[in-house]
């Protein structure tokens, strides 16, 4: 599975950007999707989950009520729209893709595919 994720960008405090991932798989919906976002000088963070169906999501605390994981099976792209952005969310945001076998997961050792990330930076 090949992941591709263009956008990311410079973007205001309170403001919003969206960032989409698309992927090569034959099967898009048989993975769960994610994002992860690394920081300079940190370690990858979970971000946000979506389940293969679109039925469930699941957020890191610090982003809930402000970023939103969507996807499109049909056009074989995840989403993550990403509302009141703090100085804080600036870091490259990876997509990921994790086989729907297995259950979701908030650890990045547990997803197979990544894309090349896109770098977001929030101004103060």
């Known amino acids: 599975v090949q992941l591709q994720a263009p956008g990311g960008g410079l973007v205001q405090a309170g403001g919003s950007l969206r960032l989409s991932c698309a992927a090569s798989?034959?099967?898009?919906?048989?993975?769960?999707m994610g994002w992860f976002r690394q920081a300079p000088g940190k370690e990858r963070e979970f971000v946000a989950v979506?389940?293969?169906?679109?039925?469930?999501?699941y957020y890191r605390d610090s982003v809930k009520g402000r970023f939103a994981i969507s996807r499109d099976n049909a056009k074989n792209t995840v989403y993550l729209q990403m509302n009141s952005l703090k100085p804080e969310d600036t870091a490259v945001y990876y997509c990921t893709a994790r086989s729907a076998y297995y259950a979701v997961s908030r650890s990045p050792s547990s997803y197979d595919y990544w894309g090349q990330g896109t770098l977001v930076t929030v101004s103060s």
């Open positions: 979506i389940t293969w169906s679109g039925d469930s999501t």
């Open positions: 798989a034959r099967t898009f919906s048989d993975y769960n």
